[in-house]
């Protein structure tokens, strides 16, 4: 199943999938998110989150206000004016759309990334630093795109470069994924018999794990939509 796709044509799209059940109408909608793109795109995304009764959402909770160097140093470096792209800045709640939030809090992020050897945590700084100073001079949206294509199931060479001892990665995918599949297992054992749509607000990297989550529980994917995240012009 196609999670990002990246074309000349299309430019960057994020495909929103809604997976439904054969016994009971508890259904899911995913929202592959891709945290920097057109405003049009955010726009999209909450005019189709009006549809659900409940969204689960991606956010270390506590974290926007006082992120120090536990948040800010994996986090996806700012893009430059010219590149015409604002940051996600979707609130469910001022919708008027119950949430979820199963995301690490400040307080366990910052725990967490205390156990992290000090020589990955110094690495993704400087990597970090590396790629804001990069972006501001040599990214244009075709660069960009290049990177954003992904599947449910990762190519060859993404298995290839997987780091078993990734303390950085275990933290921000694996461990926060756990909290997200726990969510989604406790709404449908307990909401499974409710006519409700639930959205899925994650970034797209998370999605794959959703995708196999929701197989496993016996959802299929019924209908998609592209939504263009942005498009390629330069």
Aim: proline share 6%.
């Amino acid at each position: 199943m196609q999670i990002l796709e990246a074309t000349e044509l299309g430019g960057v799209r994020s495909a929103v999938w809604l997976f439904r059940h054969p016994v009971t109408p508890l259904s899911f909608e995913l929202y592959p998110m891709v945290h920097m793109g057109e405003a049009s795109f955010f726009r999209a995304v909450e005019e189709r989150l009006r549809r659900c009764q409940l969204v689960v959402e991606e956010g270390v909770r506590g974290g926007d206000a006082a992120a120090g160097v536990s948040l800010t140093a994996y986090r996806v470096v700012s893009f430059p004016p010219r590149l015409r792209l604002v940051p996600q800045h979707i609130d469910p709640a001022a919708l008027g759309i119950p949430t979820i939030n199963p995301d690490l809090s400040r307080a366990e992020f910052d725990e967490r990334w205390r156990e992290v050897p000090w020589r990955q945590r110094a690495t993704r700084a400087a990597m970090t630093a590396v790629g804001s100073v990069g972006l501001q001079f040599v990214a244009t949206r075709r660069w960009l795109a290049q990177f954003l294509a992904m599947n449910d199931l990762p190519e060859s060479e993404e298995i290839l470069e997987v780091d078993p001892d990734d303390a950085i990665e275990n933290l921000i995918m694996d461990q926060r994924d756990r909290r997200l599949l726990a969510a989604l297992s406790d709404i449908h054992a307990q909401r499974a018999a409710e006519p409700i749509q639930v959205g899925v607000l994650y970034g797209a990297a998370h999605m794959r794990a959703v995708i196999h989550k929701l197989w496993a529980l016996g959802y299929r994917p019924a209908e998609g939509t592209w939504l263009t995240v942005f498009t390629i012009d330069d």
